[in-house]
């Protein structure tokens, strides 16, 4: 069970929780590193984007916001359907690169796109800048150069 939230920490534990920091942000990269080097995609996005209609259904259940769902249900009878339509052309959208994010575009990035692996020291480094900033001692620019390395 995680500790109670504390405003400040004993020196040593900031350095427990710089270090924790930067081996997280080593793994990832080295996580990902052997795809983006090798610039593979998934299997299985490959699958997805090359399937179509008519596929097997799963039912699922979530919540979509009210304003949403009335102007699905507005355009008429065949509304879940149409949604599905609009994610999956969203899915392949984001499959073939013509919408970006984080989360699916760095299989897509160039290698000279691909910040190098993590070191030790970044994210105290980060965490003097954020400090700094909040103190008035750096811009938000100065502070944001920092963070993005």
């Known amino acids: ?22 081996v997280l942000a080593q793994l990832e990269w080295d996580l990902h590193a052997p795809v983006l080097s090798a610039r593979r995609i998934p299997g299985e996005w490959t699958e997805i984007a ?13 919540w979509v916001e009210k304003d949403v ?8 009878e065949g509304y879940g359907p149409r949604m599905n339509d609009v994610l999956r052309a969203f ?4 499959l073939s690169g013509l919408l970006d994010g984080d989360d699916t575009l ?12 993590p070191l030790f020291g970044e994210a ?7 400090t700094a900033w909040a103190r008035g001692e750096m811009t938000a620019a100065e502070a944001i150069a920092v963070l993005e390395g």
């Open 1 to 22: 069970m995680p500790s109670p939230k504390r405003q400040t920490r004993t020196k040593i534990e900031a350095q427990n929780l710089h270090y924790l920091r930067d």
């Open 50 to 62: 090359q399937a179509r209609y008519p596929q097997q259904k799963e039912k699922v259940t979530f």
């Open 69 to 76: 769902l009335r102007f699905f249900h507005s355009m008429g």
């Open 91 to 94: 899915m392949l959208a984001r």
């Open 106 to 117: 760095r299989e897509f990035k160039r290698l000279d796109e691909i910040k190098p692996r």
């Open 124 to 130: 105290a480094k980060q965490d003097e800048a954020l």
